[in-house]
């Protein structure tokens, strides 16, 4: 079989990108960042996570990385607008 | 606040791209985002963190016995043992898989998943189909993965959260015996370790 295999030591994710889109990676990157910083625990940032996507699971599925990481910008959105 | 009037229910990505980079914006005013090291994060888990790292630690066990027993019995400390360590990977279980008994993991809520051995997260892990099906139908979620079981394996299916991280130990497939730990290492696939696939044989 024959199959293009990645460089030995890199990441090999079943051939799909770890983002779609630069923008998720941004997102992806302040979360983690912020809570690096200690803005909030990672078990807090669940929590939030969870809850939206608890609350948009009652109208609709997540589908795609867009759907995902669309909730995940609205909880650190969330949190800014709470640090204000 | 001020804010640059935008179309009404705008949902194009030009959209999106801003709310991201306002966002950024605003936390690096605050002194509380360096963008630098949001680069750095970046970089790290779209090429240096990946399921090649759970592929060593499932070869290691495969080949160690002393290190299958301390890796089954505290798995973070086994992990780091061997050099992965970091975000999501604070407590890890591991799960093994057996002719009797077949370990699947997912996060209901949100989608946990152990960073420093598997990277990233599939698509199909984060979306809603998955982490409702994965428990309440879980066969049928394996058959669509090609995973066909027997009748008499049992099926556990582990729910990861932010405080304990699920990764499974695959049976070793057959006709590996004079294999090495590099050679099964690459055999070992990310869908394998979460439970939604089994190692075949380098025959098959």
Redesign the interface.
Known sequence: MTRIRPLP??????G?P??D???Q??????A??????G?FS??E???Q??GL??NH?MHA?????DD?Y?IW?KA??DI?KD?K | MSRTPLPHHSHGPGDIELRVSRLEKLLVDKGLVDPAAMDALVDTYENRVGPRNGAHVVARAWTDENYRKRLLENATESIMELGYRGRQGEHMQVVENTSKVHNMVVCTLCSCYPWPVLGLPPTWYKASSYRARAVSEPRAVLAEFGVELAKDVEIRVWDSTAEIRYLVLPQRPVGTEDFNENELAKLVTRDSMIGVGVVQSPQS
């Open positions: 030591g890199q990441p090999e994710s079943g799909e770890v983002f889109a630069p923008w990676a941004r997102a992806f990157a302040m983690v960042h912020l809570n690096e910083q803005v990672w078990t940032w669940s929590d996570l969870a996507i608890k699971e599925a997540i589908h795609n990385s995902y669309r910008l650190l959105e800014a640090m």
